[in-house]
Structure formats: C-alpha cells, structure tokens
C-alpha cells in the first residue's frame, strides 16, 4: 500500500515538474531530493504488458522452394526478421551503444547523468535539444508502438509526446532492466529498431543498405547504421539526405574513439571511406518473385490462397494474410524449381504465351498431395492487357487452381473415373459387361442439343467404339455410351458424391446448385459437363494412384514460426476416402487409356496409347474433350506423380481449343512424367483382386 502511494506521489511530482518531453527526465533528480529513489518508480516485472516480456515483434515470412534454400519470395508490412547477439559483428553492438547510449553498461534503465545533462542543455537553451532516453527506454518505446495487434491509432498514441509516456517509459525500463541481462534487451533493441528504407531491426538493415548480413558488417558500416537510428527518415542515404548520414557516421566513429572502442588511426579510416552502399531489396508479395522466374508467381499465389484457408494462423482470412505478413514464419514449399521448369518448357512448346489460350498444368504427389509444379503459358503480372483480353499476357489469376474469377474449365471423359469408381464402389467388377450402343437415350431429363424427347441421349465419338464392353476397354476408348449406361445403374448423385470425395470442387454456381439439388438427374456430369481445373484433377488422380488414399493439395513441406517451432498446418492432410481395393481396380482399367496393359489382360486401345511406351514404365490415365472439342484434358499418373493439363480459352470459353491440341497435351504431360521421375525408382501399381476384376459382389441399382 505504502509502495503504491509512493508512486502515485513521484508521478504526480513528475507531472508538476515538467513542462514537457525533456522535464520528464529532470523529474527524477527532483525525486531524489526527496528520498523516494529510483525503485519506486518500478513496474513489477510480472506486471508489465505481455508485449513487453514477449515481444510480439512483426517479422516478415519467406517462402522457399523445396530445397530450403531458394527463395520464392517474402510477405511482410516491415522488412523484419530477429537474430540473435552473437550474430550481430562486434563492432555494430559497440557503435549503438556509442550512437544512443555511451553509459548503457553503468545505468539501471536510466540514466541520472543523461537526465542532468539533458535538463541542464534544455533549460539553457530554452528549447528541447536533448532527451536523454536510454537504449532501454528507447526499446520500450518502440515495443509499444510496434507491437502486431494495434490499430494506427493506438500506435500513435504509444509514441505520443506526453509526461505521462516518458513516465511509462522510465517505469518499465527500470523493471526490464531487473529482469533481463544487458545483452539480452542490446539484441532486442538491434531487431526491433527502425533504420530507414524500410528496414526494422539490424538483419533488413545491413541487406538493405550493404546487402551483407549483420556479422559481417564492418566498422564504417556499423557507424553509418548506427548513425541512423536517430532520424531514420531523414538521414536515409538511400531516400534522403546522404551528407547528413555520413556527418552522423562521423559522429558515431568520434564517440567510439571516445569511448576507448576504437583505436583514433582506424575510425579516422573508416570517416575516409565512401558510403560503399550496395543496396538490395526483399521482394515482397508474389508479384516480387524473381524476374528470371516469373512463373513461380501462380504457384506463390496459390500458396496465400491455401494459407488464408488455414485455421493455425487465426480464426478469420483477414487474421492469416495479418499472420503471413508479420509472423515471421519460414515456409519450405512444395514447389519443385527443377519439375517447374521442366513443365513450364512443356506448355509453352502446347502454346506460347501470347496465344488466347492456355494450356495450365499442375503436379501432384500421391500420398501426400504436396505440388511440385504450377505452369501456364502467361506472365504473372498486374500489368494491363489489350482490350477484351482479361488473362492475356498478363494476369494474377489462378488458372490453374481455380478461384476468383476463375472457376475452371470442362474436363470431357476425365470425369468418368468417378463413374467408374462408384460403379466398384457398388460391387460391379471391371469385367461388367454391356453392348453399347451408338447412342443412348437415359431417364436423365435435359434441354436443348443433348436431349431425345427432353431426356440426354450421349452418343459415341465413333462407330468402332459401339458393341459389346467392360470397364477396361469402355475407359480405354472412351465409350460414352457405356458410362451414360453405368451411371443410371449406379445413380448420377452417387457418381457426383465420388467427385466431390476425391476433391472435385463445384467453383461455378450452376454446377455448385446442381451438385446439391439435382444431383439425381445430373446424368451429363459422366463427360465432364462441369467446370474444373488441372489441380483437382491432378490430385483426384493421384487420389487413386495412392490406393485411395485422398490429401489435401499442399504447397508446403514445413513451416516453422518464428522461435523455429514446427508448425503443424505444414504436415500432410490425408485420409482414406475410398476402398484401397477399389482404387486398385479403378488403376488397372486407367491403365488402358495410355497404351499400358491392366494386371488382367483386359485392355484393348486407347486415346493416348503411345504413353506407356515413350514413358518406358507403368502409367495410367485419361483424355478427355469436352463438347465440340471446346477443350481438351490428359491426366496421367504413376504411384508417384500424377499431372493433368488442360487446354481452354479462359476469357472466352465459345472458343473452341480443337481436337488437335489434345496429342500436344499428351506429349506434355509424357515430357513432364520423364524428367520429374528421371531418378526414382520403376514402380508397378497394386492389381486389383480377381474378385474385384470379374465377380458381381453385391451391386445395386441406382435410385
């Protein structure tokens, strides 16, 4: 209680003391003469603001490859990153303290003879010309004012000109100092005080203005650095006045020699030298990524879509992209700059980049849904397009994982794998046989081209497609008949419900409304009538590469936080989401499309049949077109990579891709399967039983 008034009274001292700024610090002589002292104006550690015991301090996040090493780019509000003392070259520790603080050693927080030279200087002059704010105090100041969680405002109220901040001030300084070691709050002052340029602690400085890291700064370095502490803004050499950062390096090498750090023939050498700035930049954002490199911008951009998806780094979008930009994290991604390469020079070679349209394509890992390449023949750019064209050259768009404005593009016959898989799911075996006709009229009611009398009447590409088929030479060929026949007899909702199972988003709003009211009588959606894209096609593939096992496409390898704690979000997301057997089973008659053979003998042609020979081991996969060649798709897949491409027009989808396109895409995707599995080992995919491959067990109609 005693203690408590007594703080009261050396406030209320305090404030009638001053008359301003500097006056704060004359208080405390005043408070002396009285016999209060220094320890009653101390804040228990324990009761200091939680930001001060641990600075929540804004660090910027970067986004590697997955090597761990090159860097994609960085997300921050300010160029921040912590290291610790011991990385921080002697002499830039000794010149701060020599800039800001000469006594920093001798005071408890603050310091008595600072605060009587100040008021002296201050009263002599008539005017503020010396605070005489201690590292300490200067540390908590900054920590209040750049702590993550505040609003504008209430910064600029922890940096207002007030008796009663210099009196916080002093307060909590005396209480770290208490608590922490001298070189314990000298490391957090270098990385959390602000150098100019746009650089906040001694890392983004010593890049920013040296492009060197902060153990190998040197002496004249140092003292430049330092000197800009004080007036970041205006004696930024790069932005703003370079005589005056040089005349403040002078200083700062002055009070070194002064001080006894420096021997008077080496700081007079380092005053002599030039500026010698080399500066560089952190990129920040995807559009920062670099030049060379520019196609890494759609995978970056994905990667802060899926993070904002991402509840371990808040509970609202608008908390995450807060999180990715002041968190501090460092992300190993997925993103494979080898694999990427390999299969941007493969879309490319299917359109170049000034073609009205595109050829995106993704790569997917089975097993643990981590992507490995992102390409489209565009440039990552908010730069303008000529008139009418919205995504060519330039675009930020994600046209190869959907979102925004895009929801995709129609994926034809790929989409009969999930007729397929329901159809096992339900008991039929591969060898379910059916004589398919030409064309076919279902129960399925439709409009306009498609429809006999209002129900969907398909009819086959060809003539050799009609006749008798199972699974395996149906899916090899493509008959379209065949699966219109095997979804009535499973339920187009089941066949739906497999889609959505294996990742198949509904991102346009038609096919989101059918998907959930009229899944019963969505016959049509067997040939791929719903919007899509190369992700989750890939990934649904790899889904049954991976002996049903479904994982969430994933543009990381690991995250850590800021004190290098793994985090969580960064680890596979998978479970099993249909049948291993199944899966196997489906694998054995997607081997047909691609000129392989199934564990049964059962293929017998296909769309792409010259894959499995140029590929030289066991592969599977799937052609698709949409109506009138509107566009094209090739899926293909082993158990270790699976890659769909797709071929659209995506500011006018009346544009039709032409079936041409489609052996281009098949060359691609060959291409691409060849260098990204050029060093791992040949693997077989799993046969099915026979029981799976030739017994009815236990099917049922749909309803």
Same mark, same amino acid.
């Given at each position: 209680?005693?203690?408590?008034?007594?703080?009261?009274?050396?406030?209320?001292l305090i404030?009638?003391v001053l008359?301003?700024?500097?006056?704060?610090?004359a208080?405390?002589?005043?408070a002396?003469v009285?016999?209060?002292?220094?320890?009653?104006?101390?804040? %228990?550690?324990s009761e200091?603001?939680?930001?001060?015991?641990t600075?929540?301090?804004a660090q910027?996040t970067?986004?590697?490859?997955?090597d761990?090493?090159?860097l994609?780019t960085?997300? @921050?509000q300010?160029?921040?990153?912590?290291?610790?003392?011991?990385? $921080?070259a002697?002499?830039?520790?000794?010149a701060?303290?020599a800039a800001?603080?000469?006594?920093f050693?001798?005071?408890?927080?603050?310091?008595?003879?600072?605060v009587a030279r100040?008021?002296? $200087?201050?009263?002599r002059?008539g005017?503020t010309?010396?605070g005489?704010?201690?590292?300490?105090m200067q @540390?908590?100041?900054?920590?209040?004012?750049?702590?993550p /969680?505040?609003?504008?405002?209430q910064?600029?109220?922890?940096?207002?000109?007030?008796?009663?901040?210099k009196v916080q001030e002093?307060r909590?300084?005396?209480?770290?100092?208490?608590?922490?070691s001298?070189e314990?709050?000298l490391?957090?002052?270098l990385?959390i005080a602000?150098?100019?340029a746009g650089?906040?602690?001694?890392?983004?400085?010593?890049k920013?203005?040296?492009?060197t890291?902060?153990?190998?700064?040197t002496?004249?370095?140092?003292?430049?650095?330092?000197?800009l502490?004080?007036s970041p803004?205006?004696?930024?050499?790069?932005?703003?006045?370079?005589?005056a950062?040089?005349?403040?390096?002078a @200083?700062v090498?002055d009070?070194?020699v002064?001080t006894?750090?420096?021997p008077?023939d080496e700081? #007079?050498r380092?005053?002599?030298?030039p500026?010698?700035?080399?500066p560089s930049?952190?990129?920040n954002?995807c559009?920062?990524?670099?030049?060379?490199?520019?196609?890494w911008?759609f995978?970056?951009d994905w990667?802060?879509?899926?993070? /904002?998806?991402?509840?371990a780094f808040?509970?609202s979008a608008?908390?995450r992209?807060?999180?990715?930009?002041?968190?501090?994290y460092?992300?190993?991604s997925?993103?494979?700059? #080898?694999v990427q390469? #390999?299969t941007?020079? *493969?879309v490319l /070679?299917?359109y170049?980049v000034?073609?009205r349209r595109?050829a995106?394509?993704?790569?997917?890992q089975?097993? =643990?849904?981590?992507v490995?390449?992102?390409?489209v023949?565009?440039?990552?750019?908010?730069?303008?397009?000529?008139?009418? *064209?919205?995504n060519?050259?330039n675009?930020?768009?994600?046209? $190869?994982?959907?979102?925004?404005?895009?929801?995709g593009y129609?994926?034809?016959s790929?989409?009969?794998l999930?007729?397929?898989l329901?159809?096992?799911?339900s008991?039929?075996?591969?060898?379910?046989?059916?004589?398919?006709?030409?064309?076919?009229v279902?129960?399925f009611p439709?409009?306009?081209?498609?429809s006999?009398g209002?129900?969907?009447?398909?009819?086959?590409?060809?003539?050799?497609?009609?006749g008798r088929?199972?699974?395996w030479?149906?899916?090899?060929?493509s008959?379209?008949t065949?699966f219109?026949?095997l979804?009535?007899?499973?339920?187009a909702?089941?066949?739906?419900?497999?889609?959505?199972?294996l990742?198949i988003?509904f991102r346009?709003?038609?096919?989101?409304?059918l998907?959930r009211?009229?899944a019963?009588?969505?016959?049509?959606? =067997?040939?791929? &009538?719903s919007a899509?894209? %190369?992700l989750?096609l890939?990934n649904?593939?790899?889904?049954v590469?991976?002996?049903?096992?479904?994982?969430?496409?994933?543009?990381v390898?690991?995250?850590?936080d800021?004190?290098?704690r793994p985090?969580?979000?960064g680890? %596979?997301?998978c479970?099993?989401?249909?049948d291993?057997?199944v899966?196997?089973?489906?694998?054995?008659a997607?081997r047909?499309?691609v000129?392989? *053979?199934?564990?049964?003998?059962g293929c017998?042609?296909?769309?792409?049949?010259d894959?499995?020979?140029?590929?030289g081991r066991p592969v599977?996969g799937k052609?698709g077109?949409?109506d009138?060649y509107a566009?094209?798709?090739?899926?293909?897949? =082993?158990?270790q990579?699976s890659?769909?491409?797709?071929?659209?027009n995506?500011?006018?989808?009346?544009?039709l &891709?032409?079936?041409a396109?489609?052996?281009?895409?098949v060359?691609?995707?060959?291409e691409v399967?060849s260098?990204a599995l050029?060093? *791992?080992? $040949?693997?077989d995919?799993?046969p099915?039983?026979?029981?799976t491959?030739?017994?009815?067990?236990?099917a049922?109609d749909?309803?």
């Amino acid at each position: 209680m005693i203690r408590a008034r007594l703080d009261k009274v050396v406030t209320v001292l305090i404030a009638g003391v001053l008359a301003g700024l500097v006056l704060a610090m004359a208080a405390l002589p005043v408070a002396l003469v009285f016999g209060i002292g220094f320890s009653a104006l101390s804040t %228990p550690y324990s009761e200091l603001p939680n930001t001060l015991r641990t600075p929540p301090t804004a660090q910027r996040t970067n986004l590697y490859a997955n090597d761990g090493t090159t860097l994609i780019t960085s997300f @921050y509000q300010e160029d921040r990153v912590d290291v610790p003392l011991p990385e $921080v070259a002697p002499v830039m520790r000794q010149a701060i303290i020599a800039a800001e603080d000469v006594r920093f050693y001798q005071h408890s927080g603050v310091d008595l003879r600072g605060v009587a030279r100040a008021f002296t $200087v201050n009263q002599r002059d008539g005017q503020t010309r010396q605070g005489a704010s201690t590292l300490t105090m200067q @540390y908590v100041r900054n920590v209040l004012s750049s702590d993550p /969680r505040l609003t504008e405002r209430q910064r600029q109220a922890a940096t207002e000109v007030t008796t009663a901040r210099k009196v916080q001030e002093m307060r909590y300084a005396l209480a770290l100092e208490r608590e922490l070691s001298k070189e314990e709050i000298l490391a957090r002052y270098l990385n959390i005080a602000y150098f100019g340029a746009g650089a906040y602690g001694i890392a983004a400085a010593s890049k920013r203005y040296f492009s060197t890291a902060p153990a190998d700064l040197t002496m004249a370095q140092s003292a430049l650095l330092a000197g800009l502490v004080r007036s970041p803004h205006t004696d930024d050499p790069i932005n703003g006045d370079a005589d005056a950062a040089l005349s403040r390096r002078a @200083y700062v090498l002055d009070q070194l020699v002064e001080t006894g750090q420096v021997p008077p023939d080496e700081a #007079a050498r380092a005053k002599a030298e030039p500026l010698g700035l080399r500066p560089s930049e952190t990129p920040n954002d995807c559009t920062a990524v670099p030049e060379a490199h520019n196609d890494w911008g759609f995978f970056c951009d994905w990667f802060t879509r899926w993070w /904002r998806t991402q509840s371990a780094f808040g509970s609202s979008a608008e908390e995450r992209s807060l999180s990715l930009r002041r968190g501090g994290y460092s992300v190993v991604s997925s993103l494979d700059p #080898a694999v990427q390469r #390999a299969t941007v020079e *493969q879309v490319l /070679r299917v359109y170049p980049v000034t073609d009205r349209r595109a050829a995106p394509t993704a790569v997917v890992q089975p097993g =643990t849904g981590r992507v490995l390449a992102m390409a489209v023949n565009r440039t990552y750019s908010v730069d303008d397009n000529p008139a009418g *064209q919205k995504n060519r050259p330039n675009t930020v768009n994600q046209l $190869v994982a959907g979102g925004g404005a895009i929801s995709g593009y129609q994926g034809g016959s790929t989409f009969k794998l999930f007729t397929m898989l329901a159809a096992l799911e339900s008991g039929l075996p591969l060898r379910t046989v059916y004589d398919a006709p030409g064309r076919l009229v279902t129960r399925f009611p439709v409009t306009g081209a498609a429809s006999c009398g209002g129900r969907w009447c398909p009819e086959n590409a060809s003539a050799s497609m009609d006749g008798r088929q199972d699974m395996w030479t149906a899916f090899g060929l493509s008959v379209n008949t065949y699966f219109a026949w095997l979804t009535e007899r499973v339920g187009a909702d089941r066949v739906v419900e497999m889609a959505e199972r294996l990742g198949i988003t509904f991102r346009a709003d038609e096919d989101a409304r059918l998907a959930r009211y009229g899944a019963k009588d969505w016959g049509p959606f =067997t040939l791929g &009538v719903s919007a899509t894209t %190369p992700l989750d096609l890939a990934n649904a593939y790899a889904t049954v590469a991976a002996e049903g096992t479904w994982c969430a496409p994933s543009p990381v390898m690991s995250i850590k936080d800021a004190s290098g704690r793994p985090v969580d979000a960064g680890a %596979p997301d998978c479970r099993q989401v249909v049948d291993a057997e199944v899966a196997r089973a489906a694998v054995d008659a997607a081997r047909c499309p691609v000129g392989d *053979q199934s564990m049964y003998q059962g293929c017998d042609g296909g769309t792409a049949d010259d894959l499995r020979t140029r590929l030289g081991r066991p592969v599977a996969g799937k052609t698709g077109s949409s109506d009138r060649y509107a566009t094209e798709t090739v899926v293909a897949f =082993t158990p270790q990579l699976s890659v769909a491409s797709m071929a659209a027009n995506p500011d006018d989808p009346r544009d039709l &891709v032409g079936k041409a396109v489609q052996a281009r895409l098949v060359d691609a995707v060959g291409e691409v399967l060849s260098f990204a599995l050029r060093d *791992q080992p $040949v693997r077989d995919f799993v046969p099915p039983s026979e029981r799976t491959a030739f017994e009815v067990t236990g099917a049922r109609d749909g309803n």
